[in-house]
């Protein structure tokens, strides 16, 4: 039998979030386990993508605690979070267009010359750089037609696989994705899934926001569900339905009484 850590990679406890008198986040929690692929569903405006900027340290909490392998972190600036192994994939994914595939994987943060000279005038190891990104896509399976192309042509699909891959990269233990589909037709969308069901074979874990039940459900293990700034309730996808989900969205199932919803339901 593998060993299970009980220990959460991501925890958050009764966050709340206001901005002046509007409620984004009255008491959301939740827990991410190792590898896992955590879906975080509600209807528009219960505050899904507030929760996430504050586990990105993008906007902070109003109140409420965050644990990275269960310290207590503060997420002050975006920073914090990524050096909690915190990596958010932003809808807008903030790729350069002019910029080549392995470029952008490597945006901002070019990988220096082991050449001491070279690291004087701050050279970046081309070669370095170039077989590492190609070893990340490829562990990936990310499709792209060549690391060397300009990620201008690309499809918003492999636009977001690549940004995920860099997520890998910079060795980050977890990934939020918001809406990561929502652009994308049919076929990027699968490609976008299959790299999100992989990233777990890397050890990394996902907090996936999404609109599409099906989808949703075909990735994640278990899913959080959201209503008016509220965690309500966690299921785990094998015992769960679409309806059950749909109905907890909307209200016509009730959450669950019980505060700690979100807690993190080991299988036997
Ligand atoms: N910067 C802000 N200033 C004022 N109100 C905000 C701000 N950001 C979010 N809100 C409000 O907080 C609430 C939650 O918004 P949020 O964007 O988190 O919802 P969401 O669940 O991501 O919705 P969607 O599914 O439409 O993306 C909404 O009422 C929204 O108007
Ligand atoms: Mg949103």
């Known amino acids: 039998m593998p060993e299970i850590s009980t220990t ?8 709340t979030r206001h901005f002046g008198a509007v409620i984004a986040l009255a008491d959301a929690s939740l827990t991410l386990g190792r590898g896992e692929v955590l879906g975080l569903v509600g209807d528009n405006g219960a505050g899904k993508s507030t929760f996430l900027k504050i586990l990105s340290g993008v ?102 696989c690549l940004a995920i891959a860099r997520a890998l990269l910079w060795g980050r233990r977890i990934v939020i994705l918001d809406e990561p589909t929502a652009a994308l037709g049919v076929r990027e969308t699968g490609q976008v899934l299959d790299v999100i069901r992989d990233l777990r074979n890397h050890d990394v874990s996902v907090i996936v926001v999404s609109h599409n039940m099906q989808q949703l459900m075909s990735v994640a293990d278990r899913i959080t569900v959201m209503r008016l700034g509220r965690s309500i309730a966690t299921r785990n996808v094998r015992d769960t339905q679409v309806s059950e989900i749909v109905g907890l969205i909307t209200g016509a199932i009730p959450g669950d009484a019980e505060p700690e919803a979100a807690k993190l339901a080991i299988p036997a």
């Open 59 to 160: 906007i902070s909490a109003s109140s409420g605690e965050i644990f990275a392998d269960g310290k207590l972190v503060q997420l002050k600036r975006a920073q914090d979070a990524m050096d909690a192994g915190i990596e958010t994939v932003y809808q807008d994914l903030a790729l350069v267009d002019t910029m080549s595939a392995f470029q952008n994987v490597y945006l901002g943060r070019e990988e220096l010359s082991s050449n001491p000279l070279a690291r004087l005038f701050n050279l970046v190891d081309d070669r370095k750089m170039r077989s590492r990104a190609r070893e990340v896509l490829d562990m990936l399976a990310v499709k792209i037609p060549s690391i060397d192309v300009s990620v201008k042509g690309m499809s918003g699909g492999q636009r977001q």
């Open 8 to 15: 959460p990679v991501l925890e958050a406890r009764h966050i």
